[in-house]
């Protein structure tokens, strides 16, 4: 599968952002989808997770309750709400692909096998 990540962006502290990731390929209703950011100077880190069909949904402490995590197994899309912004929310946003499980290691890079090429989200104090 391919992925294609989009709609990032400038913009003001208390503001949003949703970002998109289509894919390409078969059976993206197979796959377990993850959001993962990349701040400058830091490692990447995990963001979010949502199960195959979009049963269910994860997040990290720092964005829950901000962050939404949705899926449109129809248009091969998942998507990334993200609300009240901060400047610690500035980085490189990156979606990610797995037929493995979420239950565990869903925050471990090395547990999704496809990634999308990263979209700058900027978040002015």
């Known amino acids: 599968v391919q992925l294609q990540a989009s709609g990032g962006g400038f913009v003001q502290s208390g503001g949003s952002l949703r970002l998109s990731c289509a894919a390409s390929g078969r059976s993206f209703s197979s796959y377990g989808m993850g959001w993962f950011r990349q701040p400058p100077g830091k490692e990447r880190e995990f963001v979010s997770a949502?199960?195959?069909?979009?049963?269910?949904?994860y997040y990290s402490d720092s964005v829950k309750g901000r962050f939404t995590v949705s899926r449109d197994n129809a248009k091969n899309t998942v998507y990334l709400q993200m609300n009240s912004l901060k400047p610690e929310d500035t980085a490189v946003y990156y979606c990610?692909?797995?037929?493995?499980?979420?239950?565990?290691?869903?925050?471990?890079?090395?547990?999704?096998?496809?990634w999308g090429q990263g979209t700058l989200v900027t978040v002015s104090s």
């Open positions: 949502i199960t195959d069909r979009g049963y269910s949904t």
């Open positions: 990610a692909a797995t037929l493995r499980p979420l239950y565990s290691a869903r925050t471990y890079h090395n547990h999704y096998d496809y």
